[in-house]
C-alpha cells in the first residue's frame, strides 16, 4: 500500500489552510528567513542535491535551469511561474494555489533572491477563479505584513515582490515562450529557442520559468537540504528527487490528487484511487496528461500469473514499471505531468482520439502550418470515422501527417498533438478498422 507523503502537501489539511496564520503557525516564512542569510549560489547548490525534475512535464532538473542565470549589466532578472496548468488530465497545481497559496509564495521569493530577481510573476489561468483569489489575498496579508516589499522581513535590504497575471486560458499559454509573449501583452504564440530565456525572457530580459510545484517544494527543500530531500525517491536510478504530486483521473473509483515519494508504479496509483471504476479491466492509460502517449496494460504491469519482465532497466528486470521521467520513457511514453488518466474496457477509442484531436485542433495557436494544418485533418479524418464516412487508407495517412508535424514546429505542441494521435491509430487499430467497415461506431460510441 503507498503512503502518501506530506511535503509538498503538508498543510492540506490544516484548517483554513490558505490563510497567513496558518502558514506561518505551520512553521512557513522560515525557509526564506534562512535563504536571506545564505549565498544565492548556495542555494541553487541545493536545488541541485535535491534533483527535483522540473514538475511542468519536460522534466529539466531544477538547479541547473536556476545556475543559467547571469547577471545582465543594465537588465534585471525575472522568475516567472507558469500556473497555466491546461493540460488535460491534470489538476496538481491548482491543489497548492487554492490550499497553500503561502507556500508558493515563500517559493517565489526563494527563487528570485537566488537567480538574482526582485520580481515574480505568477501567470494563472484565468479558470482557475479560486486560486486566483487565494494567491491575490495571500500577496495581500504577506505585503501588509511586510514580508514583501523594500526590505523583506524588515531586515534584508532585498526587494521582493510577487505579482499575479492572468491568462486567457489558451493551452499554448503553458508553453514557456507563448506565456511569456502573453504576460508582455502580446499574441501567445511561441517564440524561437534559442535564445532561451535565461538569456531573452520576460521584457527582453534574463528569466527563469518554473512549473507552480517545482517552486513550492523550494521551501521545504530549503529547510530540509537537498540531498535528504533527494533521498525521499523511492529509487535512485529514477534520477527524479524527492517526493511530487501524483493524480490520477478517469475510470477510477475515488480520482483525486495525492503526493508520494518519486517512484509509485502505475499500479500502486491506480489501487490507491480505489481501482477501476465499477471493477471493470484497464483497456489503457494516457500516464502524463493528454500530451503522453497511450500505453496499454502490457506495457506497464503483468498479469499476476505472468513471470516474464517487461524489460531490463538498469540491469535489473521490470514487470511493473515505476512512473519516473526515464522509466517512462523506456515504456513507450513520457511522465508529462504525473497526472494519469484511467480508460476502462468498454470505452471507445476512435471517440476518445477524436475528442482529444478536437482539442488540439482548437487549441494550435496557428503559428507554424504543419501544426495549424496537421491538426486540423487529423481531426476531420477521425471525424469521418467515427461519423461513418472513413476509408482504410486514411488510418496511414494519420501517420504520415503526424510524421509530417513531429520536428517541423517552433514549440512542442505539434509533438503533443502529433504522438497520441499516431499511438491510438496504432495500439487500437482494429477498432478503427471495425468502424470504417462498419460505417460508425460499433458500440455506438460509448465512453463510459
Ligand atoms: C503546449 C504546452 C503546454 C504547456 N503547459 C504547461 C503548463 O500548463 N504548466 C507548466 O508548468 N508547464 C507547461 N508546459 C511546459 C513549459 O513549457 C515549461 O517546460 C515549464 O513551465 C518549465 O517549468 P519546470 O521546469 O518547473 O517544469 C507546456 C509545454 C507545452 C509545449
Same mark, same amino acid.
Given at each position: ?162 505579482? +499575479?497575471?492572468?491568462? &486567457? ?8 515562450? $507563448?506565456? #511569456?509573449?502573453?504576460?508582455? @501583452? /502580446? ?106 502517449? +497511450?500505453?496499454?496494460? &502490457? ?8 513471470? $516474464?519482465? #517487461?524489460?531490463?532497466?538498469? @540491469? /535489473? ?127 455506438? @460510441?460509448?465512453?463510459?
Amino acid at each position: 500500500m503507498l503512503q502518501p507523503q506530506k511535503i509538498i502537501s503538508r498543510n492540506y489539511e490544516l484548517p483554513e489552510s490558505w490563510t497567513l496564520a496558518t502558514f506561518e503557525k505551520a512553521g512557513g516564512y522560515q525557509a526564506i528567513r534562512k535563504a536571506l542569510q545564505m549565498e544565492p549560489a548556495k542555494i541553487i547548490d541545493e536545488m541541485k542535491a535535491a534533483n527535483i525534475r522540473g514538475r511542468g512535464g519536460a522534466g529539466f532538473p531544477m538547479g541547473v535551469k536556476w545556475s543559467f542565470m547571469r547577471p545582465h549589466p543594465t537588465k534585471p532578472a525575472y522568475l516567472v511561474v507558469n500556473a497555466d496548468e491546461g493540460e488535460p488530465g491534470t489538476h496538481k497545481d491548482r491543489t497548492i494555489m487554492e490550499r497553500d497559496p503561502h507556500s508558493l509564495i515563500e517559493g517565489c521569493m526563494i527563487g528570485a533572491y537566488a537567480i538574482g530577481a526582485h520580481v515574480a510573476y505568477i501567470y494563472v489561468r484565468d479558470e482557475l477563479h479560486l486560486a486566483k483569489k487565494r494567491l491575490w489575498d495571500a500577496i495581500h496579508d504577506a505585503r501588509a505584513k511586510g514580508y514583501l516589499g523594500n526590505r523583506p522581513f524588515g531586515a534584508k535590504d532585498y526587494p521582493l515582490e510577487v505579482h +499575479v497575471h492572468t491568462g &486567457g486560458g489558451a493551452y499554448i499559454c503553458g508553453e514557456e515562450t $507563448s506565456l #511569456l509573449n502573453s504576460l508582455e @501583452g /502580446k499574441r501567445g504564440e511561441p517564440r524561437f529557442k534559442p535564445p532561451f530565456p535565461a538569456q531573452v525572457g520576460a521584457f527582453g530580459c534574463p528569466t527563469t520559468v518554473n512549473n507552480v510545484e517545482s517552486i513550492a517544494a523550494a521551501g521545504p527543500v530549503l529547510l530540509m537540504g537537498g540531498a535528504e530531500f533527494s533521498k525521499l525517491s523511492r529509487l535512485h536510478a529514477l534520477n527524479d528527487g524527492g517526493s511530487r504530486l501524483y493524480g490520477v483521473n478517469g475510470h477510477v473509483e475515488k480520482p483525486g490528487t495525492w503526493e508520494f515519494n518519486c517512484g509509485p508504479t502505475m499500479n500502486e496509483l491506480i489501487e490507491h484511487a480505489g481501482g477501476v471504476s465499477k471493477g471493470r479491466k484497464i483497456k489503457c492509460v494516457i500516464p502524463g496528461g493528454s500530451s503522453t502517449p +497511450v500505453l496499454l496494460p &502490457g506495457e506497464l504491469f503483468h498479469a499476476p500469473d505472468d513471470k $516474464s519482465p #517487461l524489460h531490463e532497466w538498469h @540491469g /535489473k528486470s521490470v514487470f511493473d514499471v515505476p512512473m519516473g521521467v526515464d522509466t517512462m520513457r523506456t515504456a513507450g511514453s513520457m511522465l508529462g505531468t504525473c497526472c494519469l488518466t484511467v480508460i476502462a474496457e468498454g470505452t471507445c477509442m476512435v471517440r476518445v482520439a477524436q475528442n482529444l484531436a478536437r482539442f488540439y485542433k482548437h487549441e494550435s495557436c496557428g503559428q507554424c502550418t504543419p501544426c495549424r494544418e496537421g491538426t486540423a485533418w487529423i481531426l476531420r479524418i477521425f471525424d469521418k470515422i467515427e461519423n461513418g464516412q472513413g476509408e482504410l487508407r486514411e488510418l496511414d495517412q494519420v501517420a504520415d501527417i503526424a510524421s509530417g508535424i513531429v520536428g517541423n514546429t517552433i514549440c512542442a505542441f505539434g509533438e503533443g498533438a502529433a504522438g497520441p494521435a499516431l499511438t491510438f491509430v496504432k495500439k487500437f487499430r482494429a477498432e478503427f478498422v471495425a468502424h470504417i467497415e462498419a460505417k460508425g461506431c460499433p458500440s455506438k @460510441g460509448s465512453i463510459l
